[in-house]
């Protein structure tokens, strides 16, 4: 996902797999040992299909991967990364983003399940969205303003993470990847087509921009 960032948190403190760290770096650890990998583009059939369950935990390969996923995520300026988006079929997405109220939220999950909320508990908001998948650009997509999800972390513990605003769009984007789906998905014809047309238009100079991000990163 990428997106394009209120209330005044009381506590800004970092929230690393959903809870509060006192120090931080800049750079995600995960993202300083990962290498940046090539992101799949809409129309790629991967992006098109429901991603299969992890099922091992606590491997080197599994860790590997979500060091690579957020380097790759960082290159790419982004909020957060599926698996799929990546070209590897496994339910698993990362992020690392600022919300509305200057709260930086960096984690991962593995096999995320939404939590179905009450309309009285939550509102539907329309904002603008974007996708790494779609480089380029950002259309007005309506999710609701909180979300939960719950999976397990890459050794296996079970895992809740709760998102208001921004991140609770994020959390959805990428539970949405992973069954699939696209923001395209949601909107109209026209507005999909205009959509697709603007992101001819700007792939290049994306894809240019990341690959300077990258080298800046020395990767």
């Known amino acids: 996902m990428t ?20 120090h931080y770096p800049r750079l995600a650890p995960e993202a300083e040992r990962g290498e940046v990998r090539r992101i799949t583009v809409v129309g790629e059939e991967i992006l098109a299909r429901r991603c299969q ?21 960082q290159a790419a300026d982004g909020a957060g990364l599926a698996a799929n988006q990546i ?45 790494l998948s779609v480089p380029g650009p950002y259309r007005m997509v309506p999710r609701p303003d909180r979300a939960v999800v719950r999976g397990r972390d890459k050794d296996g513990k079970p895992l809740v993470i709760e998102g208001r605003g921004y991140f609770a769009r994020c959390l959805q984007h990428e539970t949405d990847h992973l069954h699939g789906h696209l923001y395209l998905d949601r909107l109209g014809r026209k507005e999909r087509k205009s959509a697709l047309g603007e992101m001819a238009a700007l792939k290049d100079e994306v894809f240019a921009r990341r690959a300077a991000r990258a080298q800046k990163l020395g990767k």
């Open 53 to 73: 369950e992890v099922t091992q935990f606590g491997t080197p390969e599994l860790s590997r991967l979500i060091d690579d996923m957020f380097a790759t995520n």
């Open 87 to 131: 070209g590897v079929d496994l339910q698993l997405f990362v992020w690392d983003i600022t919300d509305e109220w200057g709260v930086r939220h960096v984690g991962h999950i593995t096999n995320p399940v939404l939590d179905d909320i009450p309309a009285e508990d939550r509102e539907l908001v329309e904002e603008s969205e974007g996708c």
């Open 3 to 22: 997106g394009q960032s209120g209330h005044v948190a009381q506590d800004r403190r970092v929230r690393v797999q959903g809870e509060p760290v006192e």
